[in-house]
């Protein structure tokens, strides 16, 4: 089918869905009443350009409020149909399902309602608010929400072990952060609102301020990505426990070294937070204390001994300075530990407990001894576990980096070695041999493609006596990481059939753009050649030849053809715009 009859086929649905999308008579809109809901929802429109309020109206009694209406007396059920909001959205009542709402461009604001939580999963499609999420009331389901953007955070409320986990992907706030007790007056707080956050795992920048006043918060957990703040760094007032741990600060704080050095560009401010968050000094002695007990766990439960004050602390230098997966790595491949020579199921044990910081669950341990009776090296399985979300849970928590990038890059070299003797050889790599080409990859003495082509030629893969047709999908699942496409096998089967040689073949694939990217993946130079690709002229024309005329050649008038249609789209919506 030619792409202009798919194109005039679409047609009529791009139409449907641009005329959902119809702009609210009205720039803002208040609604305190079912009648105001009702006179709302029945223009049928989809996109507010200002700002939406639905509020409870509150009951008077002598000179103070007494309370709000009735929960049947308003929700936010004639929000239903709306899409994007161009200004704020303020609720303070009942949220019911609001399944279309993808876009908030200023703040969103959860106000304060008492009779009962507000559930965050009727909010499930919305993915931008531009300005502030405001929470001020109980909430439910908070790790429903899951956004894309947000300018700014302000939690304000009794929300208990807050849930945030589905704004993992936000990776920097314009705004500010600000956790408040509500009933502050006059000085005097009674510590409500959060008392943990999960969530937040990759937020770097915060543009504004971090504020941190009169909570119940345990720790700061949530903040601990955060290495750039573009305001004040304010954490005063929080003594709900014995002390607020802070050490998720390290980052910002540029911990050992400290200002002025640090990621905060306006004033720090740490006062009354118990007894290690007053001062700068105050969080970096907690973190020491937290990195020496670290180490001193590995000592008993890796090597099963009690370590010195003077091994701990040189352990604690390397640490400070490349990562805890550095050196439980060193810890784990020890020759001390080794000499304890332990079961593969005790083996393990070690691993769960001190990595972990738990006991292997019978699923996770059967599928690694699996592995392990199949050959897997011990230094692999190690790096499994390195790289798992738990061990950074546990690193977080003792104020470490669990992997950085130059144990990103020492994993990746093993894990192609690993790739290529399990693809083409079919078995788990012997601990010499996997030494040998780790050592030569890490210095650059052999490439990606260097690797490759001596598995594929090795005395040990032409044993195997292979068909050209295996070794072509074995080639497609090694050098691309997929199964190979009917019309490129066949071209390469027509190469060889042609008489070349399976190494010509291989030029072809290391030349590829998809083995570049999938070295690359791995932290690997395909060739030690960086200039042009190098593909053999023949395998591309062998991919060639069994290519449609059709799909090898443009249409030279298809472009002007797509201009006029989306021409006719703009103009038809305008015009339905303009008669709204």
């Known amino acids: 089918m030619s792409i202009v009859v798919r194109l005039l086929l679409i047609f009529p649905l791009l139409w449907a869905d641009l005329s959902m999308a119809t702009v609210c008579p009205q720039q803002n809109y208040t609604i305190k009443s079912f009648a105001d809901g009702d006179a709302l929802s029945e223009t049928g429109c989809t996109i507010v350009t200002g700002s939406v309020t639905v509020s409870l109206i509150t009951v008077v009694v002598g000179n103070s409020t007494s309370g709000w209406e009735k929960p049947d007396e308003i929700d936010t059920s004639a929000l239903r149909n709306l899409q994007e909001i161009g200004g704020d959205l303020y609720i303070k009542a009942p949220l019911t399902p609001l399944p279309n709402l993808r876009y908030v461009g200023g703040n969103l604001t959860i106000g304060y309602y008492p009779d009962s939580p507000i559930d965050l999963s009727h909010l499930p499609h919305l993915r931008t608010v531009g300005g502030t999420l405001y929470l001020r009331s109980d909430v439910t389901n908070s790790a429903s929400l899951k956004l894309d953007t947000l300018g700014g955070l302000f939690l304000q409320g009794d929300l208990g072990e807050l849930d945030l986990s589905g704004l993992d992907g936000i990776k920097s706030i314009i705004g500010s952060i600000v956790l408040q007790d509500r009933s502050f007056i006059s000085g005097w707080c009674v510590q409500r609102g959060p008392t943990s956050i999960k969530g937040l795992t990759e937020l770097e920048v915060v543009g504004g301020d971090i504020d941190i006043f009169c909570s119940r918060m345990r720790d700061l957990e949530f903040l601990s990505s955060v290495n750039s703040l573009g305001g004040n760094l304010s954490v005063t007032d929080n003594s709900w426990y014995p002390t607020l741990d802070c050490s998720a600060l390290s980052g910002l704080l540029n911990y050992p070294f400290g200002p002025p050095g640090d990621g905060v560009a306006g004033e720090i401010y740490l006062e009354r937070n118990g007894s290690d968050c007053n001062s700068v000094s105050d969080i970096f002695n907690y973190i020491a204390g937290l990195t020496y007990a670290f180490v001193e766990r590995f000592y008993t439960l890796i090597l099963g001994r009690v370590g010195s004050d003077s091994e701990i602390k040189n352990w604690i230098g390397l640490m400070d300075a490349e990562s805890s997966g550095r050196v439980a790595l060193a810890f784990l491949t020890s020759q001390e530990f080794k000499n304890r020579e332990l079961t593969d199921f005790a083996f393990l044990d070690v ?225 339905r715009r303009l008669m709204c």
């Open 351 to 575: 691993l769960y407990r001190s990595l972990f910081d738990r006991e292997g669950d019978a699923e996770g341990v059967a599928a690694w001894m699996e592995q392990l009776s199949q050959g897997k090296l011990r230094e692999m399985v190690v790096y499994g576990f390195l790289k798992s979300a738990e061990f950074k849970v546990l690193s977080n928590r003792f104020n470490t980096v669990a992997f950085n990038a130059a144990d990103e890059s020492a994993y990746g070299i093993r894990a192609f070695v690993e790739r290529f003797y399990n693809l083409v050889l079919g078995r788990q790599p012997d601990r010499g041999g996997f030494d040998g080409w780790v050592t030569a990859l890490s210095a650059k003495t052999l490439s990606g493609g260097d690797l490759a082509k001596a598995f594929f030629l090795s005395a040990e893969y032409e044993a195997k006596n292979t068909t050209d047709s295996d070794f072509v999908e074995t080639a497609y699942q090694a050098f691309f990481g997929r199964a190979a496409d009917a019309a490129g096998k066949q071209g390469w089967l027509d190469v060889l059939s042609g008489g070349e040689s399976r190494e010509y073949v291989l030029n072809g694939f290391i030349g590829s753009a998809e083995f570049t990217a999938l070295a690359a993946s791995y932290g690997i130079n395909a060739s030690r050649d960086t200039g042009a690709l190098g593909r053999p002229d023949g395998g591309i024309a062998a991919e060639r030849r069994t290519q449609k005329v059709g799909d090898a050649e443009a249409i030279p008038a298809l472009p002007m053809v797509a201009l006029f249609m989306l021409s006719g789209l703009l103009g038809l919506f305008g015009i």
